[in-house]
């Protein structure tokens, strides 16, 4: 029997201080808990202003791969517009995100991650990796929502559920569409994709996962940190943020560059896997997101990659493979005890 992604997230049991969220409602400073100092390497001064921007890419111009290349080159990230997922259907994912993190806590909590579980309401996954706590709560999908929606809204999940499946199920096919573009921009022959993606030949039927992000408004945002530097895991994601700032790359050389929300465009990254399948031409986007004082950020991310029996390895035209080929399930499993460090033990 395959591994499913949720389960393939199982054998790292967490702390209650590391999946239960603060109660930001009825908060009006920020917890010692919550204060991040130097010495929690935050850095807040080093953002750039705006002379640098990720770039725009039209999903449907005749240059695509040649812009999808040079982006993943550069960046590893880029806005996508024209991408074909309706305006209505983001809305109404975010408005049920806004919804759901709107309840009272007691209520999240009926819906909590459990200590080995994948799924559910509370902190990052990354949590216990660093000494301080994040100004963050999210809600983290791996298929059907109905078991944690029936928690939250006992009588009315149905509506919920149904925007969520339909979310994700354009999602996989826009990112379907992406990785056909970057296997492209890699060079990769139309007739070889399968057989140079060296994996099963399932490669393509990704499971994926939808996190629902909520950075709530912060008494002291100079102190705090939304959600900590890292860097996402699988193939690629593709992101909708609200309109309120918050998340930045870092760019070597540069330091924190922001990335503003463009209005009707979603943002696509590079991950873990596009890293080592590219042969580490193209990056995997170290990333942040810093609180505001006075505005609610929301996001949502949509992570896309292959089964988790999937074999990742740098792609056979590359003559000297960088990193050893690993399974997805092997591969999460090294990135819930190493983190960042998971890519370079990886390293041939
Ligand atoms: C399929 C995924 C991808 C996960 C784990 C699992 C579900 C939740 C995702 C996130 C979402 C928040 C940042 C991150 C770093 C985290 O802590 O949880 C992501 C992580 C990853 O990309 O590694
Ligand atoms: O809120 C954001 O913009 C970033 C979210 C993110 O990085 C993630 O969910 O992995
Ligand atoms: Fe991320």
């Known amino acids: 029997m395959a591994t499913s992604l949720s389960e393939a997230y199982r054998d790292t049991t967490l702390q209650l201080k590391h999946i239960i969220p603060l109660d930001f409602d009825s908060i009006h400073d920020l917890p010692e808990s919550h204060v991040w100092t130097t010495k929690d390497n935050l850095d807040l001064l080093s953002e750039k202003p705006d002379v640098l921007s990720i770039p725009i890419i039209d999903l ?138 060296n994996c099963t030949p399932s490669f393509y039927q990704s499971e994926g996962a939808l996190q629902l992000n909520s950075y709530p408004c912060c008494p002291n945002p100079n102190r705090a940190v939304g959600l900590a530097p890292h860097t996402d895991s699988l193939l690629l994601t593709i992101l909708h943020q609200n309109d309120t700032n918050g998340l930045q790359i870092f760019q070597e050389g540069t330091g924190w560059v922001p990335v503003p929300p463009l209005s009707g465009a979603l943002v696509v990254n590079m991950g873990d896997l596009m890293h080592i399948i590219s042969n580490a031409h193209f990056p995997t986007v170290y990333h942040r997101v810093v609180p505001n004082e006075t505005r609610h950020r929301f996001s949502i991310a949509y992570f896309y990659g292959p089964p988790t029996d999937s074999i990742i390895a740098p792609l056979s035209k590359f003559q000297t493979p960088c990193f050893r080929p690993v399974t997805l399930k092997e591969y999460i499993s090294l990135k819930s005890r190493h983190l960042e460090k998971a890519l370079t033990l990886l390293r041939n």
């Not at 983001?90 to 999240?108: M, S, T």
């Not at 969520?164 to 990785?179: E, P, R, T, W």
Request: hydrophobic share 40%; glycine share 6%.
């Open 60 to 197: 449907n111009a005749l240059s695509a791969t040649e812009l999808v290349r040079n982006a993943c080159q550069k960046w590893g990230m880029f806005h996508l517009i024209n991408h074909g997922i309706p305006l209505s259907l983001v809305d109404e994912a975010e408005e049920h995100a806004r919804r759901l993190f709107g309840l009272p806590l007691e209520r999240k909590l009926k819906a909590l991650r459990s200590p080995s579980g994948a799924t559910g309401y509370g902190v990052a996954r990354i949590s216990p990796f660093f000494s301080k706590l994040m100004w963050h709560e999210g809600f983290t999908i791996m298929g059907s929502a109905v078991d944690h929606a029936k928690e939250l809204w006992p009588d009315e999940y149905e509506e919920f559920c149904d925007i969520m499946d339909n979310y994700q199920k354009k999602m996989k096919s826009l990112a379907y569409k992406i990785l056909l573009l970057i296997l492209k921009a890699l060079e990769v022959d139309d007739k070889n994709q399968d057989q140079e993606i």
